[in-house]
């Protein structure tokens, strides 16, 4: 039971954290920043339509469900072209009743590269256990600001822009892939700067909630153990298309591994790829 709620909390870091294939320390050498020639633009758009949903089930070495991850864009009205990145892990079956799981994040990201300057986690984990994190990120000044419950406030210089684990995840679907290339995606994790190298290992035809879809199958390689550990590599798929929606991601924990299938998803922008209430395609007049 212990390795089964470890991983469903670990796999709700890889869904925010997959976009590492190999990464570096960013404290010595060149400063490698994303750039917007290496993000295709209308990906980008359609992610940030406003009104993305995203529902995963979660098991455990492919067979007994263990959980869910619902995940969600919208707007922030606050401020002027920022949204909001959240996400919900809600746990399911006996793992409801020995240890139950209910973890929310919210990413606030902003600017034309969709940065992050607000990460919010509250872990409900157990019986009584309650934590929060609060991450600030000032891009300019190149500062982030790090807080756990009511402990002592942290601060960490950066020696460039850098996104978190979540906003990484989100930043990944958009790049513009080429088989064989890598692209550095700068990520704050474990407290420094690390500069992530992805690529795409191969394309791939898979059966999707959306029925058979030509993928981009990912491989990240996480060197950072970022929220919670992990203890092997994770993949993930892509839709081979504008929206690039993860419809499948693996990761390896401590004993089998944790597989998250999109179940559910919405988004006026990508008309084209529907699933009814119950997960199952459903067809696109054209």
Request: proline letters at 4%.
């Amino acid at each position: 039971m212990k390795t089964l709620r470890s991983g469903l909390a670990a796999l709700s870091c890889c869904l925010l954290c997959a976009g590492s294939a190999t990464s570096q320390s960013a404290d010595v050498g060149a400063v490698s920043e994303l750039q917007a020639a290496q993000v295709h633009a209308a990906t980008l758009a359609a992610i940030f339509s406003g009104d993305e949903t995203m529902h995963y089930a979660v098991s455990w070495s492919g067979g007994v469900k263990i959980g869910d991850i619902y995940l969600s864009i919208r707007p922030e009205k606050s401020q002027p072209n920022a949204y909001v990145i959240a996400a919900k892990v809600k746990d399911y079956g006996p793992l409801a009743v020995f240890y139950p799981v209910d973890d929310a994040f919210r990413c606030l990201v902003g600017g034309p590269m969709k940065l992050p300057y607000r990460y919010e986690v509250e872990q409900k984990e157990g019986y009584g256990r309650e934590t929060t994190r609060l991450t600030l990120f000032d891009q300019q000044a190149r500062v982030v600001r790090y807080q756990k419950n009511k402990e002592q406030p942290q601060t960490f210089a950066l020696a460039g822009q850098a996104y978190n684990e979540f906003a990484s995840f989100i930043i990944t679907r958009a790049l513009a892939f080429r088989v064989g290339e890598e692209i550095v995606v700068p990520t704050f994790a474990d407290k420094k700067r690390h500069e992530v190298r992805v690529s795409v290992i191969e394309r791939e035809k898979r059966a999707t909630v959306f029925g058979d879809k030509q993928t981009l199958k990912v491989q990240p390689k996480m060197h950072f153990k970022g929220l919670y550990d992990k203890s092997g590599d994770t993949i993930l798929w892509l839709t081979d298309d504008r929206c690039r929606v993860p419809v499948e991601i693996h990761s390896k924990i401590v004993v089998g591994s944790l597989v998250a299938e999109l179940v559910d998803y919405a988004n006026s922008a990508c008309p084209e790829l529907k699933t009814t209430s119950g997960g199952r395609p459903q067809e696109t007049m054209r």
